[in-house]
């Protein structure tokens, strides 16, 4: 069998060795930097790796990301042509993301950043009730991910609309499609949530112009990329009073620097990427058979497309 | 008022903070031609024409002025502040709000609490302020055992939420009662049982003789270590005194609290200056008069057709 690499500086490789070994006995398992011969990689498990990775490793035949997003892989210069690039789509991970979501709209919807402040100081003060049905969520990028994160916010008695490429028919959401209706989107939407996947047509996508088509006193909820909110601009909105606040999971360069501004900005929340990270427990059955197929000459499952990149 | 003669019956408002102005033009806007009118602005020959109060914290003794009282209507969840009052007529029924707004409110606020908690959001919110960037850390929400102490309205709301986020939950309630769809157990024994295998505990019951201090060590004691704590029952339900200690031994890991003993949380109260205890200013189920009015006005209509009102309380029970 040929041997399986492991790469990221985020994960634990110990739980990752555990959880495969249990799926396939005979698993090759190295972890990076103690590789061996590069020919003898066949199945690449990777986050973020840096340019250069895969040279050599003439005989790879799969590129997984150990998370939901592939930007990192197609950010390669020498990607391996024939090989497959495979994501992990974890059923518990759309869970966890629309868990991570939900706890943000809550916060906000809640007053939660009057309330924190209002402990620290304490000071027992009272603000108007919320109205729930009047609140519009919406969700930007309807995949596996936002579709999870829109029914559940509309579950819990939430007006969410979510906006994606193509149109989505899903109960008791709003769809809007294509740039025709982003304007028409970002006016109804109070507390906007990007989940979209990193593409050249998303980068950048939420920035002043996008920002200044919010109802005023909107909130941005980021778990999507880093690269696709404007952060500039975001502050330029909070401070001007459009934006009333965000909640950010991602940034464009992380660790987020330590001389930041969103670090001390009191109506930022700052999250260091934990909302939806993938277990190696819960991932680990799709990528044992995904090695598996890959071995046995068969279509894998999960398979990203190199021209569209998601 | 238009409409109304010496023998219309008279609807009698009462409510402490913002007053009862908000609540009787709510109630005339659902219910045009009621005579509703503040209930300590009532005398003489109209305290006779009075047949239903809705109140919160009526001062003692007011519904005793009242002879021909057939509803004491409560504005909110709660009837202790009716039960308390030695005066009451005790032939006359007690009805609790039961208003889906309130039960949306609540939901929302307890499963704010809840995912603050199992996201860690205290800790995160600590290494912001030192600019720290951990590692990747996954969070499983299997892990969570939620167990929901009462089951009226307000408990069976907030069990369908969970179970649409698929975080497991079971009510508990004192005497049997079975809510399709809802797991739930009852009596002594099973809360034991219930509370070795539940991490998150949220307390809404009502507060009677049976439940007051039921927050107590003791209880703490049955969970499993490092579990968490909601009170947005009653102040009364938490034995204050046992709460920091549990959270010191490490039984108790977090608690988010939304009432207290004394409201408003005196200023020198140990509880503002422990991080692990999130204070909130009795806001997790904000009455809403638009909505509630719906309620109030369908239980004048009953009382007055002579039908049993929605949230009749057991007055054997207290709730």
Known sequence: MPAVLFRTDNDSPDQWREALSKRLPDLDFRVWPDIGDPEDIGFALVWKAPAGAYEGMTNLKAICSLGQGVDHIFAEPNLPEGAHILRIVDPWMAQAMAEWVLLQVLRFHRQGMEYEQFEREKRWVKLPAPETSTRRVGILGMGALGTQAATTIAALGFDVAGWSRTRKEIDGVRSFAGEAEFDAFLARTDILCCLLPLTPETTDLIDADTLAKLPKGAFVVNSGRGAQLVEEDLLAAIDGGHIAGASLDVFRTEPLPADHPFWEHPKVQVWPHVSAQTNAESGADQVAENIRRVFAGEEPLNTVSRERKY | ?319
């Open chain 2, 1 to 319: 008022m238009s409409g109304a003669t010496s023998e219309t019956p008279i609807v009698a408002v009462h409510s402490t903070g913002d007053g009862p102005s908000a609540w009787v033009a709510a109630l005339k806007d659902e219910m045009p031609g009621v005579d509703a009118r503040p209930a300590l602005e009532i005398a003489g020959d109209d305290l006779a024409r009075v047949d239903v109060s809705i109140s919160w914290r009526l001062p003692h003794g007011v519904l005793a002025s009242f002879p021909n009282l057939k509803l004491a209507q409560s504005i909110g969840a709660g009837v202790d502040h009716i039960l308390e009052d030695p005066q009451r007529p005790a032939h006359v029924p007690v009805a609790r709000l039961i208003d889906p707004f309130m039960a949306g409110s609540m939901t929302h606020h307890i499963v704010l609490q809840i995912l603050r908690w199992h996201r860690q959001a205290a800790k995160f919110e600590r290494h912001r302020a030192n600019h720290f960037w951990p590692m990747s850390e996954a969070f499983d929400h299997r892990r969570l055992h939620v167990a929901i102490l009462g089951l009226g309205a307000l408990g069976e709301h907030l069990s369908r939420a969970l179970t649409a986020l698929e975080i497991a939950n079971t009510g508990w309630t004192r005497s049997p009662r079975t809510v399709e769809g809802v797991a739930s157990v009852s009596g002594a024994t099973a809360l034991d049982d219930l509370l070795a295998r539940s991490n998150v505990v949220v307390c809404l019951l009502p507060l009677t003789a049976q439940t007051e201090g039921i927050l107590s060590a003791e209880l703490f004691a049955k969970l499993p270590e490092g579990a968490f704590l909601v009170n947005v029952g009653r102040g009364g339900h938490l034995v204050e005194d046992d709460l920091i200690p549990a959270l010191n031994s490490g039984r108790l890991s977090g608690a988010a609290l939304d009432v207290f003993r004394q409201e408003p949380l005196p200023s020198d109260h140990p509880f503002w200056d422990d991080e692990r205890i999130y204070i909130t200013p009795h806001i997790a189920a904000e009455v809403n008069p638009p909505t509630a009015s719906i309620v109030f006005a369908e239980n004048i209509r009953r009382i007055r057709a002579g039908e049993a009102p929605t949230g009749l309380v057991d007055l054997g029970r207290g709730y």
